[in-house]
């Protein structure tokens, strides 16, 4: 349900027409694959707090900074993929 608050909003936008037109704001496939990515990457972080508060919140071998970077990483290129799947040229829109 919160991938689906987040896919259903949409904004109003006015063309040089003079025209109102209705448009989602966040694509579903994209807002989907970054919810999985950032997801994937939970059971490292839940991970990284556990081994934190066990050390007495002193750092350990596995950082926060592998952490930060797994997830941005994950974001990130999954990000990538879906921008270089279209075709040059194309332009993709979503129909209300």
Not at 45 to 52: E, V
Request: aromatic share 4%; charged share 15%; glycine share 6%.
């Amino acid at each position: 349900a919160a991938i689906e608050a987040v896919t259903k909003r949409r904004e109003q936008v006015v063309l040089t027409s003079g025209t109102i037109v209705t448009v989602y704001l966040w694509n579903d496939t994209v807002a989907s694959l970054s919810l999985m990515a950032l997801g994937s990457s939970a059971p490292e972080i839940f991970l990284s707090c556990i081994d934190l508060l066990r050390r007495g919140m002193h750092s350990s071998e596995l950082g926060s900074a592998t952490i930060v970077g797994s997830a941005a990483f994950n974001l990130l290129v999954i990000i990538a993929v879906c921008i270089a799947c279209i075709p040059a040229g194309e332009k993709r829109h979503i129909e209300c």
